[in-house]
């Protein structure tokens, strides 16, 4: 495992250990969510500046979020709960779907209803 794998392992798990969303670490971090996100997703440069502060928040040393982790059982189950969707966060489609049957009329993707049902 290289030092990037290990770097998105561990923001991963610390993040879902101390459950807290993308968008919430970044704001505690003072950094932008989609560094988080590239950061998680292993793609992306990321200053010393950014980890020390991303470590802060996390309650770590910056060495440990480099320390190569084996993954296991609760790992990949924090990994999954890091990685799922905030229960806040509605489906558009599902949403629309919805509004569909309540009202048997089907909408574009910009919300106008559609001719010709």
Known sequence: MNAMEALRRNVVF???????SQSDLAQRASVARQTISKIESGRGDVTVSILEKIAVVLGCGVEELFEPRALRVDD??????ANAPRSEFIDARALLNAVDEAN???YSRAGRPKMGR
């Open 14 to 20: 610390k993040r879902a250990e101390h459950g807290i």
């Open 104 to 106: 048997e009329v089907r």
């Open 76 to 81: 990949a189950e924090l990994e999954r709960r």
